[in-house]
Nanobody, 128 residues
């Protein structure tokens, strides 16, 4: 069974940085499309970033472009979200997700219903 465990969240001042990690176990990591989503209080879960199965394609929501970077280390079975220049509006619970269903290697999934496995979430709080 595939399990995803996020870590790296915390409290940071506006303008600061955090790196979230998502450790994947229970399956071959490199064959999965991966993504990050977030959910702020009282809001719907929203897409943040995605990485294709090949690892060569990325996608981001406009609000984080140029500030966040999604990546993976296949040797460590771990995905990352480097978050720089954080803003108070980035405050949310961040979830990592894995997509096991078939897609072309370059596809980046941006909808939550395209993912099959989810982590438990990690809280990110950005103070002003």
């Amino acid at each position: 069974q595939v399990q995803l465990v996020e870590s790296g969240g915390g409290l940071v001042q506006a303008g600061g940085s955090l790196r979230l990690s998502c450790a994947v176990s229970g399956s071959t990591f490199s064959g999965y499309g991966m993504g990050w989503f977030r959910q702020a209080p009282g809001k719907e879960r929203e897409f943040v970033a995605a990485l294709s199965r090949s690892g060569g394609r990325t996608a981001y929501v406009d609000s984080v472009k140029g500030r966040f970077t999604i990546s993976r280390d296949s040797a460590k079975n771990t995905m990352y979200l480097q978050m720089n220049s954080l803003k108070p509006e980035d405050t949310a619970v961040y979830y990592c997700a894995a997509r096991s269903r078939y897609s072309i290697m370059s596809y980046t999934a941006t909808r939550s219903d395209e993912y099959d496995y989810w982590g438990q979430g990690t809280q990110v709080t950005v103070s002003s």
